[in-house]
């Protein structure tokens, strides 16, 4: 996931007060002190996702104020027995938090009696890391990247969350119901989150592009591309363009060939290429018609058709997307309850009912049929959800395993690619400023005559 990620609440409970601190690195807590300071001087305010627009926050706020929303008429409550007094939720803050204030930790602490608290957090394997062995974690579940779930889990730093253990907790779920990809063996998914292909209406008036190949058809449809340096989007959409199936593109990338090919059809495109960074770019690129096409997140997308009403076409074939999940950091003492809330915010009400403040997809299969219209819109949400059955037929799963298995090999090639495409651009617009020079100094000749 690419979040902006603010600093991390961390509880009193695991940042010594600030007179005992000299005793507590005096018996090894140097690295938590460091931590604690660290995470003291980060800014105070929230921020979203760099794939989460955060313009929903008003209305999030006042919904969550109501003590959120269950999916289910007449909720019975919930056995409160060996629950905690509090639960604390990591998560990444912003719009996106709030949608699971509302959705899942208010109705939660309603049915059984115990106070969930959401709170921002940051390099969450590092604070794990340091902790192990030294002070409990500061959040009993974290919602994580999938690229921190499979490094914590491989050291030890998460309990395992099997299909059986959320069944004991409360959990309705058979595994036939989640989306490939949604278990893992210490999480599972809360919300897939996508980057897909979009086009400026206004530049394409008669004749709308459709596919990915038509991103790289710059002869049928001219006009810049906007694209993320991001080599897991850039080398699978390029072979999706020239007719990889989306099964097919992590075999063909480890063919002897697949790299080469990747590599060539990028140079098609290659000298219309604008580089972003931020989420927002892309929008911003089509708006002010610097781009003709771009590859954004879903989030924002979302928030510009919506919120903004920009012209603007969504292209989901081809789309990649990515998990997040829940995860139980190890060593926490509210194991049980910590389950048992992962279970509650999989059923799928619960799913159903974040999707109608953000377009995030739910990962299991009946939540989608529950899909409903924004909150305060009234807009159909389930053509901006990814992971509806039509969109799923041609979109590709960013797999963060076979990325670890086989980066080391492709980054060196993209390196070259990057550099190589920085000087043709350098080039092109060292070539275009001089003839506009060259045009207006012809012009001022003229009108001195």
Same mark, same amino acid.
């Given at each position: 996931?690419?979040p902006t990620?603010?600093?991390?609440?961390? $509880?009193?409970a695991?940042?010594?007060?600030?007179?005992? #601190?000299? /005793?507590? !690195?005096?018996r090894?807590g140097?690295t938590?002190?460091?931590?604690?300071?660290a995470?003291?001087?980060?800014?105070?305010a929230?921020?979203?996702?760099t794939h989460?627009?955060?313009? *929903?926050a008003?209305a999030l @706020?006042?919904a969550?104020a109501?003590?959120? *929303?269950?999916?289910?008429a007449n909720e019975p409550?919930?056995?409160?027995?060996? +629950?905690?007094?509090r639960?604390?939720?990591?998560?990444?803050g912003g719009?996106?938090? /709030?949608?699971?204030?509302?959705a899942?930790?208010a109705?939660?602490?309603?049915?059984?009696?115990?106070e969930v608290k959401?709170? #921002?957090?940051?390099a969450v394997?590092?604070?794990? /890391?340091?902790?192990r062995?030294?002070q409990p974690?500061?959040?009993?579940i974290?919602?994580?990247?999938a690229?921190t779930?499979q490094?914590?889990c491989? @050291?030890?730093?998460l309990?395992?969350?099997?299909?059986?253990?959320l069944?004991?907790?409360g959990?309705s779920?058979?595994?036939?119901?989640?989306?490939?990809?949604?278990?893992q063996?210490?999480?599972?998914?809360?919300v897939a989150?996508?980057?897909?292909?979009?086009?400026?209406?206004?530049?394409f008036?008669?004749r709308?592009?459709?596919?990915?190949?038509d991103?790289? %058809?710059?002869?049928?449809?001219?006009?810049k #591309?906007a694209?993320?340096r991001?080599i897991?989007?850039l080398l699978p959409?390029?072979l999706?363009? &020239?007719?990889?199936? $989306?099964?097919?593109?992590?075999?063909h990338?480890?063919?002897?060939?697949?790299l080469?090919?990747?590599?060539?059809?990028?140079d098609?495109?290659?000298?219309?290429i604008?580089?972003?960074?931020?989420?927002r770019? $892309?929008? #911003?690129?089509? !708006?002010?018609?610097?781009a003709? +096409?771009?590859? !954004?997140y879903?989030g924002?997308?979302f928030?510009s058709?919506?919120?903004e009403n920009?012209?603007?076409?969504?292209?989901?074939?081809?789309?990649?997307y990515?998990?997040?999940?829940?995860a139980?950091p190890a060593g926490?003492?509210n194991k049980a !309850?910590?389950?048992?809330?992962?279970a509650?915010?999989s059923e799928?009400e619960?799913l159903a009912?974040?999707t109608?403040?953000?377009p995030?997809?739910?990962l299991r299969?009946?939540a989608l049929?529950?899909i409903?219209a924004?909150a305060e819109?009234?807009t159909?949400?389930?053509p901006f959800?990814?992971?509806t059955p %039509?969109k799923? =037929?041609? =979109?590709?799963?960013n797999?963060?395993?076979?990325w *670890?298995a086989?980066?080391?090999?492709i *980054?060196?090639?993209m390196? &070259?690619?990057?550099?190589?495409?920085?000087k043709r651009l350098?080039?092109?617009? @060292?070539?275009?400023e001089?003839?506009?020079?060259?045009?207006? =100094?012809?012009?001022k000749?003229k009108?001195?005559?």
């Amino acid at each position: 996931m690419p979040p902006t990620k603010p600093g991390v609440v961390m $509880p009193d409970a695991v940042c010594p007060p600030p007179g005992t #601190r000299s /005793k507590h !690195a005096a018996r090894g807590g140097a690295t938590l002190l460091l931590l604690c300071a660290a995470m003291a001087a980060a800014p105070a305010a929230a921020s979203a996702q760099t794939h989460t627009g955060s313009a *929903e926050a008003p209305a999030l @706020e006042r919904a969550s104020a109501t003590g959120g *929303e269950t999916g289910k008429a007449n909720e019975p409550a919930g056995d409160k027995a060996d +629950m905690p007094a509090r639960l604390v939720v990591g998560s990444w803050g912003g719009g996106y938090a /709030k949608s699971q204030e509302i959705a899942f930790a208010a109705p939660f602490g309603k049915r059984f009696g115990v106070e969930v608290k959401i709170v #921002r957090h940051d390099a969450v394997y590092e604070t794990l /890391k340091a902790l192990r062995g030294d002070q409990p974690p500061p959040w009993d579940i974290v919602d994580i990247d999938a690229q921190t779930l499979q490094r914590a889990c491989r @050291e030890g730093l998460l309990e395992k969350i099997s299909l059986a253990g959320l069944k004991a907790a409360g959990s309705s779920a058979t595994a036939e119901d989640f989306l490939d990809g949604a278990l893992q063996e210490c999480g599972t998914a809360s919300v897939a989150w996508s980057a897909l292909i979009i086009y400026d209406g206004r530049a394409f008036s008669k004749r709308k592009p459709a596919s990915p190949s038509d991103f790289f %058809d710059v002869r049928s449809f001219p006009g810049k #591309r906007a694209l993320p340096r991001k080599i897991e989007y850039l080398l699978p959409l390029a072979l999706m363009a &020239d007719g990889i199936a $989306p099964g097919d593109v992590y075999a063909h990338l480890e063919s002897p060939t697949g790299l080469d090919h990747a590599i060539a059809m990028l140079d098609k495109i290659g000298d219309h290429i604008l580089w972003w960074k931020r989420g927002r770019d $892309p929008l #911003r690129m089509l !708006a002010d018609k610097r781009a003709a +096409m771009a590859l !954004a997140y879903n989030g924002r997308v979302f928030h510009s058709l919506v919120r903004e009403n920009r012209p603007f076409g969504m292209i989901w074939s081809g789309q990649i997307y990515n998990l997040d999940y829940w995860a139980v950091p190890a060593g926490t003492p509210n194991k049980a !309850a910590a389950l048992k809330f992962i279970a509650f915010a999989s059923e799928p009400e619960q799913l159903a009912v974040q999707t109608r403040w953000l377009p995030y997809g739910p990962l299991r299969k009946s939540a989608l049929r529950r899909i409903a219209a924004h909150a305060e819109t009234g807009t159909d949400m389930a053509p901006f959800v990814p992971t509806t059955p %039509d969109k799923l =037929a041609h =979109a590709l799963f960013n797999d963060v395993n076979w990325w *670890e298995a086989h980066r080391s090999r492709i *980054e060196p090639r993209m390196r &070259d690619w990057f550099e190589a495409n920085a000087k043709r651009l350098a080039a092109l617009r @060292e070539k275009a400023e001089a003839e506009a020079k060259a045009k207006e =100094a012809k012009k001022k000749k003229k009108r001195k005559r």
